[in-house]
């Protein structure tokens, strides 16, 4: 079992439908957990973080956290052609070196 | 710069050679972090810098990897005998690195490494 599970993708959605990205993780000491955006041939970009159990918004994201079920997960609303990316998660098992899953391509549709 | 700096973008070098590849992270930031993606993968962990405390340098995966971080901020990641499977993008990431785990990392556009 990988530490971080994310499905590859891809996954297609229309322009201005909800994105529902998903992350499982194995340890449950892990404390700390991100979103980072990543477009092709370009360096991971930062766009959430979520510390506590339930929901945090940014704009047109949410991440929402369950630690019970080790489960995090983001929602991109209204979705863009520009957030066609690959979305990773990464965790924080308090030894502070982030695992990363290997992330999730999304493609939205014009 | 207001952001992790990478040098070189792309390095081309042949089998056998040694390299060196740099980053100089945000100003302020103490921790400091490397990390290389191949093609299509995750982000595999290389080591991690924390003021000045020991590295850790779990994620090495060879003896021909080694890493120094100078006067706490600019550190050099340096690559020995260079093999073909060392071809990826290695990316450095900074962050404040305070006493707990929940700072965010900030990465720069890494440097790709292709062995021919």
């Known amino acids: 079992q990988k530490e971080v599970e994310q499905n590859s993708g891809p996954l297609s959605v229309p322009e201005g439908a909800i994105a529902s990205l998903n992350c499982t993780y194995s340890?449950?000491?892990?404390?700390?957990f991100f979103w980072y955006r990543q477009y092709s041939g370009k360096s991971p970009e930062l766009i959430m973080s979520?510390?506590?159990?339930g929901d945090k918004e940014d704009g047109r994201f949410t991440a929402q956290l369950n630690k019970a079920s080790q489960y995090v997960s983001l929602l991109i609303r209204d979705s863009q052609p520009s957030d066609s990316a690959t979305y990773l998660c990464?965790?924080?098992?308090?030894?502070?070196?982030?695992?990363f899953g290997s992330g999730t391509r999304l493609q939205v549709q014009p | 710069g207001a952001g992790v700096s990478q040098s070189p973008s792309n390095k081309v070098t042949e089998k056998g050679k040694d390299v060196e590849l740099r980053c100089d992270p945000i100003?302020?930031?103490?921790?400091l972090y490397w990390y290389r993606q191949s093609l299509g993968q995750g982000l595999e962990f290389l080591i991690y810098?924390?003021?000045?405390?020991?590295?850790?340098k779990s994620g090495l995966p060879s003896d021909r990897f080694s890493a120094e971080r100078t006067g706490g901020s600019v550190s050099t990641l340096t690559i020995q005998r260079t093999q073909q499977e060392d071809s990826a993008v290695y990316l450095c990431?900074?962050?404040?690195?305070?006493?707990?785990?929940?700072?965010?990392?900030?990465f720069g556009d890494g440097t790709r490494l292709s062995i021919l």
């Open positions: 990431a900074s962050s404040l690195g305070v006493s707990n785990s929940n700072q965010p990392q900030h």
């Open positions: 340890d449950r000491g892990s404390q700390s």
């Open positions: 979520i510390y506590s159990n």
């Open positions: 990464a965790v924080n098992k308090g030894r502070r070196a982030l695992t």
């Open positions: 100003s302020g930031h103490t921790a």
């Open positions: 810098f924390q003021g000045n405390s020991a590295p850790d």
